[in-house]
């Protein structure tokens, strides 16, 4: 049985360990202006999967922004694309999609331009999706509980360490002291 519950605290030892390394890489992110978007259409299959997390920088300027580049922009109606640059023209991006046979209708200009894709993870973007919803939050708010709950309950604390050091200690002590007074007793 003990055996059991050491396996689950090193389980829950490691998720919440993911869990705080997710969390503190994707402030990270949000801090350097790198944020995560998820790709909602196949326009830019094979490169940006649907259900793909997409990162875009927000800090790459506009004037940097090469032909073949990935970028995101706002479209007229307020919806987030992300497509390749396919020309440059009168310093308006004009953008495709690599699965689309047409170019964009409307160009990219620096008032609509949100960044520059620098990585993507394929099908993670689904999990974030379901995160968002109110069920996705109050589940995962209630695992993430859960976890905190049996960690303190199937964790050790650090107690049996502490324990066994203390009982190293001692133990030394006596054969030191013992030790000492048997050369003592043979002079």
């Given amino acids: 049985m003990k055996k059991f519950i050491n396996v689950i605290a090193k389980m829950i030892d490691i998720i919440l360990t993911l869990i705080i390394i997710i969390g503190l890489a994707f402030s990270f992110f949000y801090v350097i202006k790198i944020e995560p978007f998820v790709v909602l259409s196949g326009s830019m299959e094979p490169n940006l999967h649907v259900?793909?997390?997409?990162f875009i920088n927000k800090n790459y300027k506009y004037e940097n922004v090469k032909k073949d580049d990935i970028i995101a922009f706002k479209t007229d109606s307020g919806v987030l694309v992300a497509h390749r640059v396919y020309a440059i023209e009168n310093n308006e991006l004009i953008t495709k999609g690599d699965a689309n046979e047409q170019i964009d209708v409307s160009n990219v200009t620096k008032l609509n331009y949100i960044g520059r894709n620098?990585?993507?993870?394929?099908y993670v973007g689904?999990?974030?999706r379901w995160i968002q919803?109110?069920?996705?939050?109050?589940?995962?708010?209630?695992?993430?509980?859960?976890?905190?709950?049996s960690a303190f309950f199937?964790?050790?604390n650090?107690?049996?360490?502490?324990?066994?050091?203390?009982?190293?200690?001692?133990?030394?002590?006596?054969n030191?002291?013992?030790?000492n007074f048997d050369n003592i007793k043979e002079e």
């Fill in 176 to 179: 030191l002291k013992q030790e």
């Fill in 133 to 149: 919803t109110k069920k996705g939050k109050i589940i995962l708010g209630t695992f993430i509980a859960c976890l905190i709950v």
């Fill in 51 to 54: 259900g793909s997390l997409s």
């Fill in 126 to 128: 689904y999990a974030v």
């Fill in 154 to 156: 199937f964790g050790d």
């Fill in 118 to 122: 620098v990585f993507n993870i394929p």
């Fill in 158 to 174: 650090g107690k049996e360490k502490k324990k066994t050091n203390r009982k190293k200690k001692d133990d030394l002590k006596d």
